[in-house]
């Protein structure tokens, strides 16, 4: 049982490395972050000033606000994204190990 559990660890652990390493898989990865990242950016926030007393004041917040959303979030979104999208897999392979586990276990009760 020993011996069985080391194989289905090791196959885990290359299944990991696949999808860290492996060049399709890491395109195919990185096409669905940016999509995710861009559907995330398109739903970003717009605020309307009411009462503003300074209309210059107004629009270099809006100009802020555009940079922030345009060039500074982008690179970050698409990074936590990938992450994110590579823990999901991780722990669908996980769980996938430990349910082979619990058969197996199960089996010889």
Sequence with gaps: ???EFAEALHSYRREVF???H?????KRLTQEALHQAKEALDNSYHYHFH???DANRAEIINMINNYAVEALLPPVVEKLV???LILERKMELLVHLLEQE???ISDRA
Excluded: A, G, H, S
């Design 22 to 26: 492996d060049p399709t898989e890491l």
């Design 82 to 84: 990938k992450r994110q």
């Design 51 to 53: 009462r503003i007393e």
């Design 1 to 3: 049982m020993k011996q």
């Design 18 to 20: 696949k999808i860290e």
């Design 102 to 104: 619990l058969e197996r």
